[in-house]
């Protein structure tokens, strides 16, 4: 079984910062691409911003220079340092992750989602 868990969200006032986690566990051989998607009151799931195994970033125009997303490699964790916050980036806030298992190493690799976490900005 392989699952990953969210944390850091929480209330924020406008301008303010927040650092989402997103920890990978169970059966893992590999970790490809990571990525952080949002979906807001109303909207479609929107994609944030994604990692490469080999770092290689790309964000969402909407965050572009006010968000920073990260990996720890070893520790099978992906990071959204969220700066300059705005009421608009409110929204549930989802990990993503495409895994390769132990036991089907060099299959089709899996998808796997966090089970979200809530970002609230507001004064």
């Known amino acids: 079984q392989v699952q990953l868990v969210e944390s850091g969200g929480g209330p924020v006032q406008p301008g303010g910062s927040l650092t989402l986690s997103c920890a990978a566990s169970?059966?893992?051989?590999?970790?490809?691409?990571m990525a952080w998607y949002r979906r807001a009151p109303g909207k479609e799931r929107e994609l944030v911003a994604t990692?490469?195994?080999?770092?290689?970033?790309n964000y969402a125009d909407s965050v572009r220079g006010r968000f920073t997303i990260s990996r720890d490699n070893a520790r099978g964790t992906v990071f959204l340092k969220m700066n300059i916050l705005k009421p608009e980036d409110t929204a549930v806030y989802y990990c993503?992750?495409?895994?390769?298992?132990?036991?089907?190493?060099?299959?089709?690799?899996?998808?796997?989602w966090g089970q979200g976490t809530q970002v609230t900005v507001s004064s």
């Open positions: 169970g059966s893992i051989f590999r970790i490809n691409t």
């Open positions: 990692i490469t195994l080999g770092g290689n970033t």
């Open positions: 993503y992750a495409e895994v390769q298992t132990t036991w089907n190493p060099y299959g089709r690799p899996n998808d796997l």
